[in-house]
């Protein structure tokens, strides 16, 4: 029904000569008609081993309160993890929003804050974004751990290197051990966005392994943040002790022998 209100015309096209027009917006994403009468997105992805609905995804509108209702939904599911999550999300469960970011920058909010080099084919631009409520914030130089995405590989590397040694102790050898894993896992992630050709597929097992990991690390910080409590409360019952201890004793100095107050003493031959 959707798709009826709004690609009419494609629909008709693709009914009778099996391809759009290159005006229309579906031109770039090679749809074709299924036959349940659904308009897909096409590709060469067709030739994976992948699900239907995540080779050929529905396309919808981003006009449209069923486009919003499902990006609201997969945000939610996602946790709040943000705009690649969240596109990369929709488009895993069969649905292809046209403008995709676009409507979740709409939904969302406008950004705010941008950080960069200082490539000086940038600075022009500073003036234009800041009319439209828009700050720039150019990085020092060689500080690319300020990066953006471009630099974002460190911070996959740390949390790897993070889960791998999350405790302080490890045995002898994980040094080395550490790298190629390290390298494994970070080379699973494309240094930039992710793109959004209808030929492009996401690594599943490397997405499944990272998540994988990002819950060891929380299991492990909950069990050691779990021991130190348990510490702190075992400390503070041994000081409690001792205190109650000292102060018996020092109850006891202080009373007098009740043989030496009356003159008993010890009998003297």
């Given at each position: ?17 099996n ?8 031109f ?26 995540v080779?050929h995804?529905?396309v919808l509108?981003?006009n ?16 709040h993890q ?6 990369s999300?929709?488009?895993s469960?069969g ?7 676009r409507r ?11 950080r960069?080099?200082q490539g000086t ?30 630099e ?5 590397a ?7 040694l ?13 790298p190629p ?15 959004t ?14 998540l ?6 929380a ?6 943040e ?8 075992e ?15 020092q109850?006891?100095?202080g ?5 030496e107050?009356?003159?008993?003493g010890?009998?003297?031959?």
């Amino acid at each position: 029904m959707v798709q009826r209100l709004h690609f009419a015309k494609e629909l008709r096209a693709l009914s009778s000569q099996n391809a759009v027009c290159r005006g229309s917006p579906l031109f770039k994403l090679d749809v074709f008609l299924e036959e349940d009468g659904l308009i897909r997105v096409g590709g060469r992805i067709r030739q994976s081993s992948l699900s239907d609905d995540v080779n050929h995804p529905v396309v919808l509108p981003s006009n449209h309160g069923l486009s919003r209702l499902i990006i609201q939904n997969f945000h939610q599911n996602t946790h709040h993890q943000g705009r690649g999550i969240t596109c990369s999300e929709v488009r895993s469960h069969g649905f292809w929003i046209l403008s995709l970011q676009r409507r979740f920058v709409a939904l969302r909010g406008s950004v705010i804050e941008i950080r960069c080099d200082q490539g000086t084919n940038l600075v022009g631009a500073r003036n234009d974004l800041m009319k439209m409520g828009c700050d720039m914030v150019f990085n020092p130089p060689s500080s690319s751990h300020r990066g953006g995405v471009w630099e974002r590989m460190i911070g996959v590397a740390r949390r790897i290197i993070e889960g791998i040694l999350i405790m302080k102790t490890h045995p002898p050898g994980e040094e080395t051990q550490t790298p190629p894993e390290k390298e494994k896992l970070a080379h699973g992630e494309s240094p930039t966005d992710q793109r959004t050709s209808p030929q492009f597929q996401l690594n599943y097992d490397i997405q499944l392994r990272r998540l994988q990991m990002e819950r060891e690390i929380a299991r492990q910080k909950l069990e050691m943040e779990e021991r130190r409590a348990q510490q702190m409360m075992e400390k503070e019952l041994d000081l409690r002790f001792r205190e109650v201890k000292l102060k018996e004793e020092q109850r006891n100095r202080g009373r007098p022998n009740c043989r030496e107050y009356f003159g008993g003493g010890d009998n003297e031959s």
